[in-house]
């Protein structure tokens, strides 16, 4: 049976899309190949027509044509052409023409959904588009060596360390990245450590949900920071514990506020989120104190302690630790880029071991190019070479925006005394932070509500944060007065 040629239509390209155009078309083939879409010996557009039909080079074309034929997917043809190879993989079952309605099932009878409980941090996917984006947590890419972090990706690739990651690791880690925390990370914090006391995790929060798993279950009572980052207050629930959240003030979390029952108590001493103060050191050597009084353990995470370009970081809660008491856990994810999603927790071995079989349930272990990746950005000097870069513009961005506040008049509730990325804003009374949120994301402006991180409070928040991480320091004024006049504007509306 002759299959008749297939049309130049299927064919398209977005150029507004961050995919070359000769990887464009292999997804179009590919993905008509194994939908079975395109069968075997259906014929394709010849180099020449196909090129002229999308008006792009023949060059692009030819490449694209080739890879799929040395891959298998495809077979050359006279006259440049070419057609679906016989022996190309194809679906071998077909999706059923009746799909299920989504009311075929009571997902919520079977799921019994709890997880859904953390409010929501608000950051649109596209927010490069806008002009003004003072997000925390997102990065400024001219500030990272990207050809450094590519060469480190190769250098991961090479025989040896693929045939090392290419078995499977179990419940194991890179012990590369692991002896770098332990030799050059801690240290930096005043913290000894051995690898058998070191869990590599996928983030920060993932370190924390497992301590938390750890630490409690139903009956036993836990602590975190009010305000506090919402997803360690929901980490802390999901447990069936009896959650307090406890108010900070200028120094943080305050020791003598704590409950008489307490099992776990959930901080970030050094640089508290999301007002950024720092715990004094009388604060500190209290909380150790009452911590083996009362026989609890502190989960300390010390994020973002790099960025510290006005003052030294305070010591880490865990170098001041003399019993064990203390639960640390690091990030990578904030200092170099969110989406590496890397991190670890630093326990008493007898804890990591826990630790490490409940991820190994999970997840078995994080991608292993990845952590290896990781380890030779660090090794080779590449992470302090970005750190410092990144320290040097963020000091100036700082002082911009600093004096951009103070111009318009915006209260500062909250800056760090060494640095880091944000401010913590306090609006007038009445104002609602959501809406200012609504209202300057029409302007261009991005702001984050400071609602999510009350866990218990269900009325409007004043209080909301502004990050210079994500944005030049040209933009910094302008982006300000902007928040300033909607302000000003969400106001007028509240009414009396």
């Not at 003004?132 to 090479?158: E, H, K």
């Not at 990370?185 to 000894?192: E, M, N, Y």
């Not at 008493?348 to 290896?372: D, F, K, N, S, T």
């Not at 400071?450 to 004043?462: I, L």
Request: aromatic share 8%; charged share 25%; glycine share 8%.
């Amino acid at each position: 049976m002759t299959v008749p040629p297939v049309s130049e239509g299927i064919f398209f390209l977005d150029r507004e899309r961050p995919v070359g155009l000769q990887a464009q078309l292999r997804e179009t083939l590919v993905s008509g190949i194994l939908s079975g879409r395109l069968v075997p010996g259906t014929r394709l557009p010849s180099t020449r027509r196909l090129a002229g039909y999308l008006n792009i080079s023949r060059i692009t074309v030819t490449l694209a044509y080739q890879e799929l034929a040395a891959e298998g997917y495809i077979e050359p043809q006279a006259r440049s052409a070419y057609s679906v190879s016989d022996s190309a993989p194809v679906a071998r079952l077909r999706a059923s023409d009746e799909a299920a309605g989504d009311d075929a099932v009571d997902w919520n009878a079977k799921l019994k959904p709890r997880f859904q409980i953390a409010k929501t941090i608000r950051k649109p996917l596209d927010w490069r588009r806008y002009p003004y984006p003072f997000l925390y947590g997102q990065m400024d890419t001219t500030l990272f060596d990207l050809g450094a972090w590519r060469d480190c990706s190769r250098r991961a690739l090479g025989r040896n360390d693929f045939e090392y990651m290419a078995g499977d690791f179990a419940a194991a880690d890179d012990m590369q990245l692991v002896s770098y925390i332990c030799s050059r990370t801690l240290p930096r914090r005043g913290i000894r450590a051995r690898p058998e006391e070191i869990l590599v995790t996928l983030g920060a929060q993932n370190a924390i949900w497992i301590a938390a798993q750890l630490l409690l279950r139903r009956g036993t009572h836990a602590v975190c920071e009010n305000p506090g980052h919402p997803d360690i207050y929901a980490s802390l629930k999901l447990s069936e514990a009896t959650v307090t959240p406890i108010d900070v003030d200028g120094g943080g979390l305050p020791p003598e506020r704590l409950p008489d029952k307490v099992d776990a108590v959930f901080v970030t001493p050094s640089h508290q989120a999301p007002t950024v103060t720092r715990m004094p050191m009388e604060r500190r050597l209290k909380l150790l104190e009452m911590a083996e009084e009362r026989d609890f353990v502190i989960v300390e995470d010390d994020y973002e302690f790099e960025m510290s370009f006005l003052a030294p970081p305070a010591p880490a809660l865990k170098s001041l630790d003399r019993r064990g008491r203390v639960f640390y856990v690091g990030s990578f994810s904030k200092s170099l880029f969110p989406g590496l999603r890397l991190g670890y927790l630093m326990a008493p071995e007898p804890v990591i071991r826990e630790a490490r079989a409940l991820r190994a349930l999970m997840l078995r272990h994080p991608p292993g190019h990845l952590q290896r990746t990781a380890a030779y950005f660090l090794a080779l000097g590449h992470y302090d070479s970005v750190i410092r870069r990144m320290r040097h513009e963020y000091e100036k961005r700082h002082e911009v925006m600093a004096t951009a506040l103070r111009r318009q008049g915006l209260k500062v509730a909250g800056s760090s005394s060494f640095g880091g990325t944000c401010f913590w804003i306090e609006g007038p009374e009445g104002l609602d932070s959501e809406k200012l949120a609504a209202e300057l994301q029409a302007d261009g402006v991005l702001i984050e509500s400071g609602s999510p991180f009350f866990p218990t409070d269900q009325g409007p928040c004043r209080f909301f944060r502004i990050a210079y991480s994500s944005i030049s320091a040209d933009r910094i004024p302008e982006g300000v007065r902007r928040t300033a006049a909607a302000m000003e504007r969400v106001m007028r509306t509240a009414g009396p």
